[in-house]
């Protein structure tokens, strides 16, 4: 193939691909297998690296994220993205209709017809498109000027990199919401809760830190949306309203917010707010209120801008639920990789129908910035009705005796001195199983139900052991039966066990011996492997050696290595900086070789062509008959993709009982939902297949 030959199929695939993206993310309706479509990519890469100077603007190999970059460049707004002023009661918002009437010398009983969307609580983005093609995208900044983010911004799956149709103009800019879905938000800091890295303080801040990374690669990992909600053409209007503006967006492979709608008088415009009051609970996403624009675009240029804000829109702001307590104490807790994180001990108190006695501060900048003592009277709320931050501190009700909080320089656990790496806030203590608490909380992890799931070994007795010096590694726990057979004091005498018990903790050890290789990498404890990087990890690797081999060649400099380990999809370059420092701690690397004596890692085994290729399947609820583990083992032995939260991929939810969010949120997608019982016929007729 030549060069003119091979600039047209790279057009082609960019085409093709960014189509079945829209299909697959956007309306969850895919046409071609997961096998088909990787086929695509693989042709695409395989072109570009022949022929890499022809790399397009559009090419899906920006989805993966690009090396680190140094800093972002300033990029000035074609037309400024201004604020919103906001209302917050049914009076205020009145006025606010009588103030457009008034700037149209309208009767008061003219209707203005006006759409209402949710206001996102994301981080506002700006995107251009020539020809077709995303070429730039941008923070909104200081409204005049904002970040290029464009590497990041290709790496959201919700932003086509070529526009859908031919009806676009030749120079376009699309602004939106940037956003993570609140499950999405709990579990990236269930993550960095296991990784002992501080949470994000709420989805917004997650989505903001996200997208501000100067290594792309970190932002491709995180589950990052896009809601558009406005577009401008430089060569005259797109549309003749507001409504009319987000049915094109959306043919042109845009998401636009499903809850928007158009209310032709104030009565409606208040009923609607109520509604979505109400509905914001069973939302995936945060929302603070609606945002009414009106409808008419000449309407709107005629109403114009006053100060930072346009006059034809307003967000009427839903009333956040807080509470006023005092701060009893601040504690610091040692996580599993060492890092500090302070907590505020609270007066017990009742937010959004929920008792609250402890909100994390996060780390010593926190503290700083909102200047939280002991003793002092805050205002708390829980960030997306789930988890408790403090607002603020009431300064005017401050004892004369407070004192500025005083970070230590020392461990809490074992008074080591605390580590803090440079572009890091969180500091660390890098004693590691020195250091009791980090490993109570690696045993703990290592031993936990997705890792080895040793039963017996729950977290008071892994304390017990650990207090009785019997288990302070990982090696120890498969070397204590032999110990317990040589040691006078059997542990089948001790108050709470018996003979079966302690049979049983040796059948569940014993068990674990064989383990499949992305378990093992999961229970070690790399910061920032979860499940699922570890599963991708097994998958390249295929087996443990292999893995090993490779990470001890990137220590020895191997810089061939530690690129294919950045290209291996969702792992970007600070997951294989942590994965390399890992194993470059000389106690990790003697840990995982004493392990190998001990257990059988279990190679992984991939096959495209199994019953569920393809699908993807969320567990909620308790099951019956089956775990949920088994439940997922069983789907991902079919070769589906288990997924932790519901989106508009998903193929089916197995729904058991007490299902919460899950549930919700599959409904108010409309992804089917199924019970124990058909899943099990599916696993049935699924197995008979293969």
């Known amino acids: 193939m030549d060069r003119s030959q091979a600039a047209k199929e790279l057009e082609r695939l960019a085409k093709l691909i960014s189509q079945h993206d829209y299909l697959y993310f956007t309306m969850a309706i895919?046409?071609?297998?997961?096998?088909?479509?990787?086929?695509?990519?693989?042709?695409?890469?395989?072109?570009?690296?022949?022929?890499?100077?022809?790399?397009?603007?559009?090419?899906?190999?920006?989805?993966?994220?690009?090396?680190?970059?140094?800093?972002?460049?300033?990029?000035?707004?074609?037309?400024?993205?201004?604020?919103?002023?906001?209302?917050?009661?049914?009076?205020?918002?009145?006025?606010f209709q009588k103030k457009l009437r008034r700037f149209l010398k309208m009767p008061e009983d003219f209707p203005i017809p006006t759409v209402a969307e949710p206001k996102i609580d994301g981080l506002s983005a700006s995107l251009h498109y020539q020809d077709g093609q995303f070429v730039l995208g941008a923070t909104r900044g200081d409204g005049q000027a904002g970040e290029n983010v464009t590497a990041n911004l290709r790496t959201v799956r919700d932003i086509p990199l070529h526009l859908l149709g031919d009806s676009f103009p030749k120079s376009l800019e699309v602004r939106g919401e940037i956003?993570?879905?609140?499950?999405?938000?709990?579990?990236?800091?269930?993550?960095?809760?296991?990784?002992?890295?501080?949470?994000?303080?709420?989805?917004?801040?997650?989505?903001?830190?996200?997208?501000?990374?100067?290594?792309?690669?970190?932002?491709?990992?995180?589950?990052?949306?896009?809601?558009?909600?406005?577009?401008?053409?430089?060569?005259?209007?797109?549309?003749?309203?507001?409504?009319?503006?987000?049915?094109?967006?959306?043919?042109?492979?845009?998401?636009?917010?499903?809850?928007?709608?158009?209310?032709?008088?104030?009565?409606?415009?208040?009923?609607?707010?109520?509604?979505?009051?109400?509905?914001?609970?069973?939302l995936n996403y945060e929302i603070d209120g609606l945002v009414f624009k009106v409808n008419d675009q000449l309407l709107q240029e005629r109403l114009g801008v006053v100060g930072r804000a346009p006059r034809h829109s307003i967000a009427f702001k839903f009333a956040a639920e807080q509470a006023e307590t005092v701060v009893e104490d601040i504690i610091l807790q040692v996580g599993r990789t060492g890092v500090i994180t302070p907590v505020a001990v609270l007066r017990p108190v009742i937010v959004g129908g929920v008792t609250v006695s402890r909100a994390s501060l996060h780390n010593e900048e926190e503290i700083r910035r909102k200047d939280i003592r002991i003793n002092d009277t805050v205002i708390v709320q829980r960030a997306g009705d789930v988890i408790p931050q403090i607002v603020k501190a009431l300064e005017n009700k401050r004892l004369s005796t407070s004192q500025i909080y005083n970070f230590t320089d020392n461990c809490p656990c074992c008074n080591s001195k605390l580590h803090k790496t440079p572009g890091q806030i969180a500091k660390r203590c890098l004693n590691g199983f020195g250091c009791e608490d980090q490993a109570i909380q690696r045993l703990i992890h290592f031993v936990s139900r997705d890792a080895l799931n040793i039963d017996g070994l729950g977290e008071k007795n892994i304390a017990k052991f650990y207090g009785l010096n019997l288990i302070t590694s990982p090696v120890d726990i498969f070397t204590l039966e032999g110990r317990n057979q040589s040691s006078k004091e059997s542990i089948e005498n001790w108050e709470g066990w018996g003979k079966q018990s302690t049979q049983n903790l040796w059948d569940a050890i014993n068990k674990a011996r064989t383990i499949p290789l992305d378990r093992l990498i999961y229970a070690i404890g790399i910061p920032q492997i979860g499940q699922t990087t570890a599963k991708l990890l097994a998958k390249h690797y295929k087996t443990f050696e292999k893995f090993l081999e490779n990470i001890i060649s990137v220590n020895q400099n191997d810089a061939k290595v530690y690129k294919e380990l950045t290209e291996i999809e969702g792992i970007g370059h600070g997951m294989a900086r942590d994965i390399v420092d890992f194993f470059q701690q000389k106690h990790n690397l003697q840990m995982v070789e004493g392990l190998l004596q001990h257990v059988n890692v279990l190679p992984c085994e991939v096959s495209d062509n199994l019953p569920l290729s393809g699908k993807t399947i969320v567990f909620t609820g308790s099951l019956e008959n089956i775990s949920r583990s088994e439940a997922k083992s069983q789907a991902e032995k079919l070769g589906a993709k288990v997924a932790s939260t519901v989106s508009a991929q998903t193929t089916f939810v197995v729904a058991g009982s007490n299902a919460g969010q899950k549930l919700k949120a599959a409904h108010s997608l409309n992804v089917t939902v199924i019970d124990e019982a058909k899943w099990q016929k599916i696993v049935k007729d699924s197995t008979a297949q293969s």
């Open 30 to 95: 895919p046409e071609i297998s997961d096998i088909q479509y990787d086929a695509l990519i693989k042709q695409n890469q395989e072109l570009e690296a022949q022929f890499p100077d022809l790399r397009r603007l559009d090419s899906p190999s920006h989805r993966i994220g690009s090396p680190v970059s140094s800093q972002f460049d300033k990029v000035k707004h074609r037309k400024p993205m201004l604020s919103l002023d906001n209302v917050f009661n049914e009076k205020e918002f009145l006025e």
């Open 179 to 282: 956003y993570m879905t609140l499950e999405d938000f709990e579990e990236l800091n269930k993550s960095r809760k296991q990784q002992n890295e501080s949470d994000f303080a709420n989805p917004r801040n997650a989505a903001a830190g996200s997208l501000r990374q100067l290594d792309s690669t970190i932002t491709a990992s995180r589950p990052l949306h896009f809601f558009a909600y406005y577009a401008q053409n430089l060569e005259g209007n797109l549309t003749k309203t507001h409504s009319e503006l987000l049915e094109k967006l959306q043919t042109w492979g845009f998401t636009v917010n499903p809850y928007h709608k158009l209310c032709n008088e104030f009565g409606e415009m208040l009923a609607y707010y109520q509604e979505m009051q109400e509905t914001r609970e069973q």
